[in-house]
Nanobody
Framework: QVQLVESGGGWVQPGGSLRLSCAAS????????MGWYRQGPGNQRDVVAR???????KYADSAKDRFTISRDNAKNTVYLQMNSTKPEDTAVYYC?????????????????WGQGSQVTVSS
């Protein structure tokens, strides 16, 4: 019912910048939280940043002062601006969203994930 499509991944040199985008579409009544997560060689999927509909933002320590998360509610899109990148940022990045859907008089909440985007930071 809901799809998240990511774009913007790729290769960048250390210190360079990259901007990830994730657009949600489908049966969307409301999107509460949207976020970015990454999974590196250690096979752990860790949160990078989250942004709530209210505007509240939470960053992982590794992302503070380097990454900026934002969202465009009119477009159901979340962005991650990555600056001052480091090799340890190399990972597959997934966007996620907590989405409220409506079917008649019924509502349900579910988490959805993007397909994943490879980000490689190397010289």
């Amino acid at each position: 019912q809901v799809q998240l499509v990511e774009s913007g991944g790729g290769w960048v040199q250390p210190g360079g910048s990259l901007r990830l985008s994730c657009a949600a579409s489908g049966n969307i009544f409301s999107i509460d939280a949207m976020g970015w997560y990454r999974q590196g060689p250690g096979n752990q999927r860790d949160v990078v940043a989250r942004i709530f509909k209210s505007g509240t933002i939470k960053y992982a320590d590794s992302a503070k002062d380097r990454f900026t998360i934002s969202r465009d509610n009119a477009k159901n899109t979340v962005y991650l601006q990555m600056n001052s990148t480091k090799p340890e940022d190399t990972a597959v990045y997934y966007c996620g969203a907590n989405v409220w859907e409506r079917s008649g008089t019924r509502y349900r909440s579910a988490d959805y994930w993007g397909q994943g985007s490879q980000v490689t930071v190397s010289s």
